[in-house]
């Protein structure tokens, strides 16, 4: 029985990648390897959207849960193109060497492929990132020249803040007191003053013991965890749909969310979704702040029904505004596939 479930698992796992066509690219003298998703049931795309990943070593479908959303927009005659980060697949480099800056190079080089292999005009070109990409999207959003449109899921303004929010839900949800709360968070405070410091990796392990990050880890932490967005998001050229699940166990949506309408930019346009987790997976099935392989199994059996229910109809009500589907919707079943997948 097991084994018949994960063969299930994996063939609709599949199905949203059918007729993709993978690519390589160089830049930074490295090798890219991703895949290009044509729209379904025809060869001209109206737009293309490049998929810009979160934090940990991804590869282009982000361990299945990008083709729940791959399907909505291939069948609205979007194209889609990820790619795996580098030192993951058959991309070259380190990802963890990686500056958020040198992240948007990355972007660039892609976005400039795929606008000259397959004629997609700058103002077709689409940014759908995802966490912290949210310090790699916002900037590239001042680049009108580049792109058209940019859609972020669960980003945050600040890394250190960012981190807190994070250490508070982890300790709660594992069941500490106020007071045992409280002292986590002096600790990580008391973390962030120490590595404003400057220290030498040999300095901070002696400091941190057995907790301590690995080598590479410390290094992408030291180059990135000032970052903050709040320029970034002035600089906003193009338009932009910001998204957050209200029970974000990764993420203070709720802080980020009204942050926005304290602050209203013209070309951006926010939402708070119901029942909604850090990726827009339905919070009453995926409660848990980690994703483990039961998490994973379940996602993959219910495909788009793992999402939070308003998620693709916003997501597409809002493309729609911007003028970017341009064909009728493939009829589906309830379970998300396309009449011509089954």
Known sequence: MKTVLLVLCWVS?????????????????????????????QNTPSAA????HGDSAMPYDANGYYPLIWQTLRQQGIAVVSWDK??????????LAQTMAQRQQEVLAVAKWVQET??????????????????????????????????????????????????????SQNGASPAQIAEQLRLFDAEIAFL????????????AGEDAMSPERFTFVMKNFLTDARQDYQRIRIPTLLLWGEDDLNVDARYEYQFWQHQPHPKVTTALLRQASHGLLNSDVFPQQQFGVWQWLKMTWLQEEALTEAFL???????REQGIPETEAVPRHRNGLSLNHI
């Not at 999207?137 to 250190?160: E, Q, S």
């Not at 109809?313 to 493309?319: D, K, N, R, S």
């Open 13 to 41: 796992l599949m199905l949203p990648g059918a007729h993709a066509e993978p690519f390589q690219l160089r830049h930074d003298g490295k090798r890219l390897s991703g895949q290009y998703l044509p729209p379904l049931g």
């Open 49 to 52: 959207v490049l998929f810009v």
């Open 86 to 95: 580098p030192g993951v697949g058959d991309s070259e480099g380190n990802w």
């Open 118 to 171: 397959h004629g997609i005009a700058p103002q077709r070109t689409g940014l759908f990132g995802f966490s912290q990409a949210g310090w790699v999207v916002p900037a590239l959003a001042a680049r009108d020249d580049r792109f058209g449109f940019a859609i972020g899921v669960g980003f945050a303004t600040n890394w250190v803040e960012q981190g807190r929010y994070y250490t508070r839900i982890q300790h």
């Open 196 to 207: 404003r410091t400057g220290p030498a990796y040999a300095e901070y392990v002696s400091r």
């Open 313 to 319: 109809p916003t997501l597409m009500g809002w493309l």
